[in-house]
């Protein structure tokens, strides 16, 4: 049987390669995992679909700390992006540096739509106990 | 579109014959250059067949080499089926051209 080259640049399996891999940003820390992946469909007939991003259900705390509390706060994500629409973290297929046992991203975490989860810990909860914002003297 | 709508699709042909369910799709890095000077991901094809535990281990697509005794037991290619033979696509079924020839994944 005759047949035709997949493609001539890097390989990459998706779901094998991308789904549930670890977002780490620039500094090596850990900003998600990927649960979806997006494409855009461009118009002309013979076009193939382009990878525009990668989406991220969770927030970053829930992966750090797992168990039962990390379930509850990716509870809390979940309804924090009900609230949105049901729009997931997006990452942008551009921030991405390199595929392998992870997926490396050059950016800074703390900006990244995945850190949504912690931030709205931040902000929500820990921001609103006494004496949260001064360092202890 | 997401990927997540592609996996479980029944694939199936113009002429009714089932090929399979959709279980992972190849990309490959050789779309137009993005703003950070790295070629985009393209999708090229769709895998179809049962998500065996070759596939599951990646020996099956060949990113996973040994032990050899595992790669020679479970190293059983998926279906590929090109992304220009899809004729048709909704969210559970797939019809392609049944004259699709499957591409090399070397």
Known sequence: MSTEPVGVGRQVWAVLELLDRQ???RDGRLVGKVD????????????????????????????????????ALAAAERRLAARRDHQPSRVDIAIVRDIGSAIELDADGENLDTNRGERWVRDVIIDKIPGAGHVAE | ????????????????????????VVLVQDGPM??????????????????????????AQGTVEGPWLLRRLLRRPPRLVPWSAIVQRDEHRIVVDPSFRAPDQD
Request: glycine share 16%; no cysteine; net charge negative.
């Open chain 1, 23 to 25: 977002l780490v940003d």
């Open chain 2, 1 to 24: 579109m997401l990927l997540s709508e592609l996996l479980g699709a029944q694939v199936v042909t113009t002429n009714g014959d089932e090929v399979g369910t959709v279980h992972d």
């Open chain 2, 34 to 59: 993005g703003a950070n000077g790295r070629a985009g991901l393209r999708l090229h094809a769709i895998a179809v067949g049962s998500r065996s535990l070759g596939s599951r281990l990646g020996y």
């Open chain 1, 36 to 71: 979806d992946v997006e494409f855009e469909l461009d118009d002309e007939p013979d076009a193939l679909p382009r990878v525009t991003a990668l989406l991220a259900g969770l927030g970053a705390l829930a992966n750090h700390i797992g168990g039962d509390t990390g379930a």
